[in-house]
């Protein structure tokens, strides 16, 4: 499977990952995918915006995904748009 480069844009996922860090991921290709992985995925709302955020709770093949940033207004994720659906996952970092 090749591996992608994805680059980290803004602040919701600090200071595990910082703005303009590369991070490699794996395509998804329907693997498992597991509490506190990041994922790339589709915005929920605006499919011209590709997120990565920490998946912290999976129900029913959705997930719940969250910025690592302390701040809450740091972070647009599934505390705004709730759950995502797996299949709007892209890649998963390894």
Not at 21 to 33: E, F, K
Not at 50 to 60: G, H, Y
Request: with cysteine; proline share 5%.
């Amino acid at each position: 499977m090749e591996k992608m480069q994805v680059t980290i844009r803004g602040d919701s996922m600090w200071p595990s990952l910082i703005d303009g860090q590369d991070i490699i991921c794996s395509p998804y290709n329907g693997q498992t995918i597991s509490i506190n992985q990041v994922v790339i995925f589709t915005h929920p709302f605006n499919n011209s915006i590709i997120a990565a955020k920490r998946v912290k709770q999976i129900r029913d093949g959705k997930l719940f995904v969250e910025g690592d940033n302390p701040d809450p207004t740091a972070s647009d994720d599934s505390h705004n748009f709730g759950l995502i659906n797996v299949e709007s996952v892209i890649a998963v970092a390894d």
